[in-house]
């Protein structure tokens, strides 16, 4: 990781986006942060600015509009860019298929897929010049379906499988291409899911040890600082406590 360079973090404005954009400030690398909420970019810019002394631009986009992602694409044409953590993501509600809300399916597919694949696409030419990282957030709902899950655990096998892809599409071309898959991590992601319903948000956390967004982000700095012969292509880390996307051991 070089100082001229920039890594491009989307959802960067919490859990595991912003955990990423400071344990990567910490080696002294300079970043893109993506999202909508432009006070909390802000914010974590002044203090990695502050704290490490590394460059960051701040770009407030909302991923649901393709249009702003190119835009957004355009404005960084001339910057050096040699990782994406293709991260931004949500779940929304937790329903049967058939009393699902349109809307929620469809937030889910715009941000989830038609993004992160208009993300990655737009990407590849600067990684590409760079000799670049791709780092992929899908989950471990993206190989285990569970109730109430459908359009989120489909949307994160896509994750999965465009990563597989990538890493095919990709060979020869120098660019690494990982997919790390987390069970629960304790972030903003049920508040979001629960729809600001904070009971059921901690109760998912409840009763034992969650990861942390910095443990994922730990995971994801070394996956990075691998040598460049060395890809790592999938890795799926869990709670001590989860053994299943529905087996969580809680005392
Ligand atoms: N937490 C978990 O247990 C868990 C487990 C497995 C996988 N994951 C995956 O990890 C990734 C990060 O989630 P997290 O746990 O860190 O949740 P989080 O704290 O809710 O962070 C989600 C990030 O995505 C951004 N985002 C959401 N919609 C957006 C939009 N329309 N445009 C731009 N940015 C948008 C949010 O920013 P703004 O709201 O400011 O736009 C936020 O920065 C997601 O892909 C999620 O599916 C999470």
């Given at each position: 990781m070089t100082n001229t360079r920039f890594a491009l973090i989307t959802g960067a404005s919490s859990g595991i986006g912003e955990a990423c954009a400071v344990e990567l400030a910490k080696k002294g690398k300079n970043l893109i942060l993506l999202a909508r909420r432009a006070e909390k970019l802000e914010s974590l810019k002044s203090t990695l600015v502050k704290e490490y002394g590394v460059e960051v631009l701040v770009h407030v986009v909302d991923l649901v509009n393709i249009y702003e992602i190119e835009s957004f694409f355009k404005g960084i044409a001339?910057?050096?860019?040699?990782?994406?953590i293709n991260n931004a993501g949500l779940a929304l509600s937790k329903t049967p298929f058939e009393d699902y809300k349109w809307e929620d399916f469809d937030q889910m597919i715009n941000v989830n897929i038609k993004a992160f694949t208009r993300v990655a696409q737009l990407a590849i030419p600067h990684l590409k010049k760079t000799k670049g990282h791709i780092v992929n957030i899908s989950s471990i709902a993206g190989i285990e379906a569970y109730e109430g899950g459908s359009v989120y655990c489909a949307s994160k096998a896509f994750?999965?499988?465009i990563s597989k892809a990538l890493r095919i599409d990709l060979i020869g071309t120098g660019v690494r291409v990982t997919d790390i898959a987390p069970g629960n991590v304790e972030t903003e992601f049920s508040m979001v899911?629960?729809?600001g319903d904070r009971e059921v948000a901690d109760s998912i956390y409840k009763g034992y040890a969650p990861l942390s967004a910095k443990d994922i982000a730990d995971t994801i700095v070394f996956a990075l600082s691998r040598p460049e012969n060395v890809n790592i292509e999938y890795l799926l880390i869990m709670p001590t406590a989860q053994a299943s996307a529905t087996r969580t051991h809680k005392v």
């Open positions: 001339d910057r050096d860019v040699d990782v994406l994750v999965k499988m899911r629960f729809k």
